[in-house]
């Protein structure tokens, strides 16, 4: 994967590219909206934790497919309020951490999701030879 940051634009304003190029051929993920819901049906208060359990979610995606986050060319991820935007980014930080391009991303506040407790959703694209 290639970063397409140019110079032409401004910077991003977090930790992402404005654009990714694919390699020819690559495979690709894509990922369903992933909520706070931990495995055991529970779902934890505060933006961080319910992000944290997204990316956990998104990882076993990946690596059902063979992939980690290095192959991560998009993250589109969904807020109830700008108050949750801090702890997600904290969570998506970490789990770019080691990411050797980072990707495009998107954030969008939203109404809410499915259940009035959710204040998070991320999805993903992933590509990878």
């Keep these: 994967m290639k970063s397409l940051t140019p110079a032409a634009i401004a910077p991003p304003f977090a930790r992402y590219s ?15 909206g992933q909520l706070g819901l931990a ?3 529970t779902v934890p208060e505060g933006a961080q934790a319910q992000a944290e359990i997204c990316f956990a ?3 076993a995606i990946l690596t059902e497919a063979g992939m980690d986050a ?9 807020v109830t309020d700008r108050a949750h935007m801090p702890g ?3 969570a998506r ?6 990411a050797p391009v980072l990707p495009s991303s ?8 499915t259940r009035p ?11 990878a030879p």
């Design 18 to 32: 404005h654009g990714v190029e694919l390699p020819a051929g690559a495979r690709v993920v894509r990922t369903s």
């Design 39 to 41: 495995q055991d049906g």
């Design 57 to 59: 979610n998104i990882t």
């Design 70 to 78: 290095g192959d991560v060319c998009h993250v589109s991820a969904y």
């Design 88 to 90: 997600y980014m904290a």
């Design 93 to 98: 930080d970490a789990f770019l951490a080691d």
């Design 106 to 113: 998107t954030l969008v506040i939203v109404s809410g999701f």
């Design 117 to 127: 407790e959710f204040v998070v959703g991320v999805e993903v694209w992933a590509a």
